[in-house]
């Protein structure tokens, strides 16, 4: 009985305990929980509040998102720390034993810090900016936003790229909008009996004609191949970046259309075969 009794006093005890707890702690946790839900709605209203003043201010839009992304990310951390201390745990140990936290994880993804590295370099030394045409690590695409860890990019099929950015700034970038123009590589066959120049002529009046393509540098064509059935010419226009498809496909149709009215010969490829009799 007397056992009985002792684990009934425990018991008791025990619940004591936990109800002067809970009237200790349920303040501070409900005002804990509290802050951190008008925290980060504060700090969500923060970040748009932070674009759109950018926006205004005319910030370069590569610029924009990665600095919204920093800034919102150092409020979370330093939310998250307030909300600890409110709890009751000491925000120095916290703060220490977070440090040591900090650098197992900073070990275990050295490559996202990688990418933090390489968004900062690319926002410090802008080797392409938000609505560029780029190449890099094997994807070609427009430049749709620079995050604080990835790239993202759009490409000719309006797939989603994301790149890395630390794979990006230690790798090879080919910007096509740089320049502000861009070569576009086409070429045609004509007949071995067409007169050469004739063909030149008509293919530099196709595309001096075109509205896309710009005088300079001015357009080129020249024989590259004497081929099995026909001689190669190489045709160079150059326009703008973003009309780059317009004059490829433009340009192939009107050369067609141009040598057909002027009678020059497109020739099949062609064999001559003798047969000889016993």
Not at 30 to 56: C, F, H, P, R
Not at 83 to 88: C, D, E, Q, R
Not at 136 to 146: A, K, R, S, W
Not at 156 to 176: C, D, L, M, T
């Amino acid at each position: 009985m007397k056992e009985v009794d002792s684990v009934m006093d425990k018991m008791e005890s025990l619940y004591n305990q936990g109800y002067e707890m809970g009237l200790n702690y349920a303040p501070k946790l409900a005002l804990a929980i509290v802050t951190l839900i008008l925290g980060l709605w504060i700090i969500n209203g923060i970040g748009k509040m932070l674009q759109a003043s950018m926006a205004k201010s005319n910030v370069d839009p590569t610029l924009a998102p990665f600095i919204g992304n920093l800034v919102s990310w150092i409020l979370k951390i330093l939310l998250f720390i307030s909300v600890a201390s409110m709890i009751g745990i000491a925000t120095t140990s916290f703060i220490a034993v977070l440090g040591a936290a900090g650098l197992a994880v900073g070990l275990a993804l050295q490559g996202s810090l990688a990418n933090f590295a390489g968004g900062v370099l690319i926002m410090i030394f802008k080797p392409y900016k938000v609505g560029d045409l780029i190449e890099t690590q094997g994807h070609l695409g427009v430049v749709n936003e620079v995050q604080i860890f990835n790239t993202i990019l759009t490409s000719p099929q309006h797939k989603r790229v994301i790149v890395p950015n630390g794979a990006v700034s230690n790798g090879a970038i080919i910007n096509y909008t740089a320049e502000g123009k861009i070569r576009v590589d086409l070429s045609i066959g004509i007949a071995y009996n067409a007169d050469i120049q004739k063909a030149k002529s008509v293919l530099l009046e196709v595309m001096a004609k075109h509205d896309k393509v710009i005088a300079d540098p001015a357009p080129f064509v020249g024989v590259t191949e004497m081929a099995d059935s026909s001689v190669n010419l190489a045709v160079r226009p150059h326009c703008a970046p973003e009309h780059y498809w317009d004059v490829f496909f433009d340009i192939n149709e009107q050369m067609k259309l141009a040598l057909d009215t002027n009678e020059i010969t497109i020739p099949f490829p062609q064999r001559d075969v003798h047969v000889f009799n016993s």
